[in-house]
């Protein structure tokens, strides 16, 4: 064979030899499609932020008391329902049982007197001369039927008010044969007068509790 022909031969296969190959060599892998990106999320709704609690309405304070007007007196409180007694003249009032009725004075220096439907518990009130306060006292009740007068004790206290300074005084004596009993307080004021209040009964009646509250209603400016 010559040697054109042999190499004309060896090209040839080598020809088929690569085309052979590339026949049977497996198909290259397909470039995948490109991926297609999610959809860009929505972010959510911003939040509406709750509205302002509103604040609660101020509270209005309470009115204030109304002090009393210059000069006017304020009366105690009392357990029982009272009738009040104001006297101008010396500046104070004075609270008794209203079941008590007022009558006209009967005893010498009194201003007021007043009793329940029997005459007991009974209540009075005089002006006295300063100086003559025991003389004065027992001429009063000697005026009005008693006899046998006795003190069974005296103290100085303070009256309700927590300011006005007077004489505590308990009195035994008699009338119309009974033994009774006479709580007072007196209460010196300017111009050599003396304020005084009192509660009577009879002895074996008589209600100190009660009869003490009454008396220390008296009540000055």
């Not at 006297?87 to 209203?98: A, E, S, V, W």
């Amino acid at each position: 064979m010559s040697k054109t022909k042999l190499i004309l031969v060896c090209v040839t296969l080598a020809i088929l030899i690569v085309s052979a190959f590339v026949a049977c060599a497996p198909a290259a892998p397909a470039k995948p499609a490109a991926t297609t990106p999610p959809a860009a999320t929505t972010p959510p709704a911003a939040t509406t932020p709750p509205a302002a609690t509103t604040p609660p309405a101020a509270t209005t304070p309470p009115a204030a008391t109304t002090p009393p007007a210059a000069g006017e007196i304020t009366a105690p409180k009392t357990s029982y329902e009272a009738t009040t007694y104001t006297n101008t003249d010396y500046g104070f009032i004075f609270l008794y049982p209203k079941a008590m009725v007022e009558a006209a004075p009967k005893a010498k220096y009194n201003i007021l007197e007043a009793a329940e439907a029997m005459g007991v518990p009974a209540i009075s009130l005089s002006i006295l001369d300063t100086e003559k306060l025991d003389a004065q006292t027992e001429e009063s009740l000697t005026s009005a039927g008693g006899s046998d007068i006795k003190t069974v004790s005296t103290e100085d206290i303070t009256l309700a008010d927590g300011k006005t300074k007077g004489t505590l005084t308990e009195l035994l004596w008699k009338s119309s044969g009974y033994d009774i009993t006479t709580l007072s307080i007196a209460v010196d004021r300017p111009g050599g007068k003396t304020v005084s209040v009192a509660y009577t009964s009879l002895k074996d009646m008589i209600d100190a509790k009660a009869g003490s509250e009454v008396i220390n209603t008296l009540t000055f400016k």
